[in-house]
């Protein structure tokens, strides 16, 4: 993977973590196994988007919500990231031929905007992927959770 592509990976790994340490906390010892392994999809390119291991409309098993929430922050991370890349492109494009100064840089983490837009991605991945609405919720809070105010470790 690129430079860029192992930040975003970490990014993704740090936060499916600390999702799954607030709503699966039991899981957390097959938590680097299974990261190692999307982490090992990403670099070959290959990572599923389907409901892994089988259907979960019948309840969850523990190693199928470790999956859910790796794929599904990533699809929404990578989802927020692309819109606000694409939102900073068309800024400074304006700018540029406006001629006016750069903005400030701006505090790291994320704005109320892009917290909800995560939030968003979130919950609509999760669901897509066979988690209930009610789990699809709590993953989506924990996700902006960990982005907004990430655990010490």
Same mark, same amino acid.
């Given at each position: 993977?690129?430079?860029?592509?192992?930040?975003?990976?970490?990014?993704?790994?740090?936060?499916?973590?600390?999702?799954?340490?607030?709503?699966?906390?039991?899981?957390?010892?097959?938590?680097?196994?299974?990261?190692?392994?999307?982490?090992?999809?990403?670099?070959?390119?290959?990572?599923?988007?389907?409901?892994?291991?089988?259907?979960?409309?019948?309840?969850?098993?523990?190693?199928?919500?470790?999956?859910?929430?790796?794929?599904?922050?990533?699809?929404?991370?990578?989802?927020?990231?692309?819109?606000?890349?694409?939102?900073?492109?068309?800024?400074?494009?304006?700018?540029?031929?406006?001629?006016?100064?750069? /903005?400030?840089?701006?505090?790291?983490?994320?704005?109320?905007?892009?917290?909800?837009?995560?939030?968003?991605?979130?919950?609509?991945?999760?669901?897509?992927?066979?988690?209930? /609405?009610?789990?699809?919720?709590?993953?989506?809070?924990?996700?902006?959770?960990?982005?907004?105010?990430?655990?010490?470790?």
């Amino acid at each position: 993977m690129t430079e860029p592509q192992n930040a975003a990976a970490d990014l993704v790994v740090d936060a499916a973590r600390a999702v799954v340490r607030r709503i699966a906390a039991e899981e957390l010892p097959i938590f680097d196994e299974v990261a190692a392994g999307w982490r090992r999809q990403m670099s070959k390119g290959r990572v599923s988007w389907s409901v892994p291991q089988g259907g979960v409309g019948f309840g969850i098993d523990t190693t199928l919500l470790t999956e859910l929430v790796l794929q599904v922050v990533a699809a929404a991370v990578g989802e927020v990231l692309v819109l606000g890349a694409t939102t900073a492109r068309v800024g400074l494009l304006r700018r540029r031929r406006r001629e006016l100064p750069a /903005p400030p840089d701006a505090r790291p983490g994320l704005d109320s905007t892009q917290a909800r837009r995560l939030r968003e991605a979130c919950r609509r991945h999760a669901v897509a992927l066979g988690l209930d /609405p009610n789990r699809a919720e709590l993953l989506a809070d924990a996700a902006v959770g960990a982005m907004v105010d990430p655990p010490d470790e």
